[in-house]
């Protein structure tokens, strides 16, 4: 019974935002709380209860999209969020008229929220889609570039970008070598980030973006491996091997990025095989391997000896 009644009082809130010249404050709250409720509403409830209120939370979702202000865009995207993993694939009715309005939040850099939400959701709609998400996955790719070249974004949602093209790779598979070119120089442009005097927030944010480039060029090399394309992957593999060189030397680097690095080194030993031989002889990847096998950590030990025989499979093989 609150459903219905929080729609009608939205829609009326709406109807008075756009019969006005000027902006209402308390409207504009009105609205931002009952997009709120709603949030807790979808995400909360099982789709016994919301199945029948789906599109009309859409519907009033885009609404408050089109003529609200940036509280309110905030609320309606964390609202289309739950949305998207309630429905997941079926999602993919609502992306005409969604698709514009994401673009546009995705453009909006310096509204950080509202813009950090949106790549959020992006990543959402492409995992619930799958590889569904080709008819928009060209308008995406080139937003996520841009975001990644922004000078006004801030820092800190760039990794958030990565990650996202990294699930658009996992999504596509093979298909998404189209891309591969552009992504990748952009990925390698990332990798160089570094500065002279770090502080801890420096140090915090560098982890975050080598762990994100580490993920998404794994998730990169999985996705094509997956369409028996990995052999376009190869040009890319001295680039990806000196960031994880850096990682390894780097007396900052958290546990978590060793993880994602000796990882990496085992899915390539592992993608590759024979060919990979050369690859995981080098001095330095041999230097990474022994140092995390030895690591303090368990799950960095792990992941690095389960890499060494990876690599020792591929040095067989050969």
């Given at each position: 019974?609150l459903?219905?009644?929080?729609?009608?009082?939205?829609?009326?809130?709406?109807?008075?935002?756009?019969?006005?010249?000027?902006?209402?404050?308390?409207?504009?709250?009105?609205?931002?709380?009952?997009?709120?409720?709603?949030?807790?509403?979808?995400?909360?409830?099982?789709?016994?209860?919301?199945?029948?209120?789906?599109?009309?939370?859409?519907?009033?979702?885009?609404?408050?999209?089109?003529?609200?202000?940036?509280?309110?865009?905030?609320?309606?995207?964390?609202?289309?969020?739950?949305?998207?993993?309630?429905?997941?694939?079926?999602?993919?009715?609502?992306?005409?008229?969604?698709?514009?309005?994401?673009?546009?939040?995705?453009?909006?850099?310096?509204?950080?929220r509202?813009c950090?939400?949106?790549?959020?959701?992006?990543?959402?709609?492409?995992?619930?889609?799958?590889?569904?998400?080709k008819?928009?996955?060209?308008?995406?790719?080139?937003?996520?570039?841009?975001?990644?070249?922004?000078?006004?974004?801030?820092?800190?949602?760039?990794?958030?970008?990565?990650?996202?093209?990294?699930?658009?790779?996992?999504?596509?598979?093979?298909?998404?070598?189209?891309?591969?070119?552009?992504?990748?120089?952009?990925?390698?442009?990332?990798?160089?980030?570094?500065?002279?005097?770090?502080?801890?927030?420096?140090?915090?944010?560098?982890?975050?973006?080598?762990?994100?480039?580490?993920?998404?060029?794994?998730?990169?090399?999985?996705?094509?491996?997956?369409?028996?394309?990995?052999?376009?992957?190869?040009?890319?593999?001295?680039?990806?091997?000196?960031?994880?060189?850096?990682?390894?030397?780097?007396?900052?680097?958290?546990?978590?990025?060793?993880?994602?690095?000796?990882?990496?080194?085992?899915?390539?030993?592992?993608?590759?095989g024979?060919?990979?031989?050369?690859?995981?002889?080098?001095?330095?990847i041999?230097?990474?391997?022994?140092?995390?096998?030895?690591y303090?950590?368990?799950?960095?030990?792990e992941?690095?000896r389960?890499?060494?025989?990876?690599?020792?499979?591929?040095?067989?093989?050969h």
């Open positions: 019974k459903i219905p009644h929080m729609l009608k009082r939205l829609e009326m809130s709406v109807n008075k935002s756009k019969n006005s010249a000027s902006s209402d404050t308390n409207n504009v709250h009105i609205q931002a709380y009952i997009c709120g409720t709603l949030v807790v509403c979808i995400r909360k409830l099982p789709m016994s209860i919301l199945g029948s209120f789906m599109d009309t939370f859409m519907l009033a979702f885009l609404e408050v999209l089109k003529c609200g202000t940036s509280v309110c865009h905030e609320e309606a995207l964390l609202g289309i969020t739950e949305v998207v993993r309630k429905a997941k694939d079926k999602c993919m009715r609502y992306m005409k008229a969604f698709t514009p309005l994401l673009l546009k939040s995705l453009n909006n850099v310096l509204e950080v509202v950090g939400i949106a790549i959020g959701l992006a990543g959402d709609i492409v995992e619930a889609l799958g590889p569904k998400i008819p928009i996955a060209d308008n995406l790719v080139q937003h996520f570039l841009n975001l990644l070249q922004s000078a006004d974004l801030m820092r800190d949602v760039k990794p958030r970008v990565i990650h996202a093209i990294g699930g658009m790779a996992l999504a596509l598979g093979k298909e998404f070598q189209r891309y591969l070119r552009h992504v990748m120089g952009m990925l390698q442009k990332m990798a160089l980030y570094k500065f002279e005097d770090p502080d801890e927030d420096d140090i915090e944010f560098m982890n975050q973006l080598r762990e994100s480039l580490l993920e998404t060029y794994t998730s990169i090399f999985a996705g094509l491996s997956d369409g028996n394309a990995q052999a376009i992957f190869r040009p890319y593999v001295d680039s990806v091997w000196q960031l994880i060189c850096v990682v390894g030397k780097d007396e900052d680097t958290e546990d978590s990025v060793l993880i994602s690095a000796v990882s990496l080194v085992g899915d390539i030993a592992k993608g590759f024979s060919q990979a031989a050369g690859l995981v002889s080098q001095p330095a041999q230097e990474l391997l022994h140092k995390t096998r030895r303090s950590n368990s799950k960095v030990q992941r690095a389960w890499a060494q025989a990876e690599c020792q499979k591929a040095t067989a093989m």
